[in-house]
């Protein structure tokens, strides 16, 4: 069997194993908090900052959702890296923006965060900040999920069936599920492009 026929097999068995009851639940969470008028604050580093990017399109233009990523700035992002430190990154950001509990935030992270390596101490900063005012915690995490399944509200793990391949994994499952989330009913508000063209002839 060639790699490419493994690896699509791990896909395959990683998505037969997603928990479509956890999504369900992820999908009704971002409803509530648009319909309570709460912004969703999607937190990623890495590849995962480049998905958060794409999830921030897709909810504000098709779930009309008020959505932000603090990796979208890049200015601010390394100033306070900078003058600050890279930990309280994203913590900063977010009392800039006044989060509150009808808020939300939507991690995406291979580890989720760990105290004790320390590993993404800035989601960990976040996820605190996110905690003590009450805003709802999201999470599409690998692994074991880390901190940020431990103070979730919700979170999917995705399955590990390849202990070599955890990252890539992870990162194009968030994908999965975040284009699976802006499809469902209860989050998708605007019609996609293509399939508005298509039904209009």
């Known amino acids: 069997m060639t790699f490419s026929h493994t690896y699509l097999k ?3 068995a990683i998505l037969e194993e997603l928990d479509a009851s956890t999504i369900e639940k992820l999908a009704l969470s971002i409803h509530d908090i648009r319909e309570r008028g709460g ?3 999607v937190l990623g580093v890495g590849g995962s900052a480049a ?6 399109n897709d909810f504000r233009k098709l779930g009309n959702i008020e959505t932000y990523s603090p990796t979208d700035n890049v200015a601010e992002l390394t100033a306070r890296t900078n003058d600050e430190g890279w930990e309280s990154t994203f913590a900063g950001w977010l009392k800039v923006s006044r989060l ?3 808020d939300g935030l939507l991690v995406l992270s291979v580890g989720g965060g760990n ?3 320390p590993v993404s101490p800035n989601l960990i900063a976040a996820l605190d900040l996110g905690k003590s005012v009450g805003a709802t915690i999201l999470g599409i995490v690998g692994r074991d999920g880390g901190v940020t399944a431990k103070l979730a509200d919700v979170c999917l793990i995705v399955p590990t069936v390849a202990t070599e391949r955890i990252t890539p994994h992870a990162e194009e499952m968030q994908a999965v599920v975040w284009h699976l989330l802006i499809s469902h009913p209860a989050v998708q508000y605007n019609q996609t492009k293509w399939e508005s063209v298509a039904s209009a002839r």
């Open 115 to 117: 105290r004790e390596v």
């Open 100 to 102: 509150q509990a009808k």
């Open 51 to 56: 998905n958060a990017a794409h999830v921030v």
């Open 10 to 12: 791990e896909c395959v």
């Open 39 to 41: 912004r969703l604050f």
